[in-house]
């Protein structure tokens, strides 16, 4: 049983970014004299082409230029199913820092299943949040994610605490039956995404989207995992391979 086959596509790699700045530089470009700054360098256009430029400057102020990732974006107030042909969408950056990114289930009964939320943090810290058991993390006192009934929020304000998370969902039934429905992931700009919940038996948990920050963009994967398995299978099968656990079924946080 191949549980981790949707992990490769979601991950991109970070290029790098420089600024630069001249300063005391003469804005005069029909000067006869070229104008030397101290050091001796000239930034005349007719300097000798040994000559060497002044040191970049950088500010902590300045945006990094804009990188497109060449993924699938949404827009506010937009409604998309997340199919397994076009499984991923890009939020930009004001979509993953504003309010919340939250996920909820609709099925016919919706006492039958709840949702909860594997993540790791910036620090390379891992843990998880599901109702019963741990409701908010990392922090309790300043959580970036909850878990109850109604579902999972994400708080984008610190979303540079946040390396990746993955949404699965938990049957409540003694069978571990599955039901079916749709599960609606929402931005706070009312951009809606939806993915199914496959109806069938299940092992004890079934994952259904990852997401990973990408240069302050959350990149998001409906998995369509045809395969389910206990709760600490299907984590460690996704990567989260760093938590304790009472037995295969719960952790411990």
């Known amino acids: 049983m191949d549980l981790g086959a949707g992990l490769d596509t979601a991950s991109a790699g970070a290029p790098a970014y420089s600024t630069s700045?001249?300063?005391?530089?003469?804005?005069?470009?029909?000067?006869?004299?070229?104008?030397?700054?101290?050091?001796?360098?000239?930034?005349?256009?007719?300097?000798?082409?040994g000559a060497v430029a002044p040191a970049a400057s950088s500010s902590r102020h300045t945006l990094p230029a804009k990188h497109d990732l060449g993924l699938p974006t949404i827009h506010a107030d937009e409604r998309r199913l997340m199919t397994e042909h076009e499984p991923v969408v890009e939020l930009t950056r004001m979509q993953s820092a504003a309010g919340a990114l939250e996920a909820r289930v609709a099925v016919a009964n919706p006492s039958e299943v709840v949702l909860g939320t594997v993540f790791e943090t910036a620090d390379g810290r891992e843990s998880l949040v599901l109702p019963g058991l741990a409701q908010q993390g990392p922090d309790p006192r300043s959580p970036i994610f909850r878990a109850t009934s109604s579902g999972v929020a994400v708080n984008l304000r610190h979303i540079r605490g946040i390396n990746r998370f993955l949404i699965f969902a938990v049957p409540t039934r003694p069978t571990k039956q599955m039901p079916g429905g749709t599960v609606a992931v929402t931005t706070y700009g009312r951009a809606r995404l939806e993915l199914p919940l496959v109806a069938g038996p299940s092992l004890g948990a079934q994952a259904l989207l990852t997401a990973y920050v990408v240069e302050g963009r959350l990149v998001l994967r409906a998995e369509h995992d045809p395969y389910s398995g206990t709760l600490q299978q299907v984590t460690a099968a996704y990567g989260y391979r760093e938590l304790s656990w009472r037995d295969p079924y719960t952790p411990l946080v």
């Open 21 to 49: 700045e001249t300063s005391g530089t003469s804005l005069d470009l029909g000067s006869s004299d070229p104008v030397t700054p101290p050091g001796g360098t000239s930034l005349s256009l007719d300097a000798p082409s």
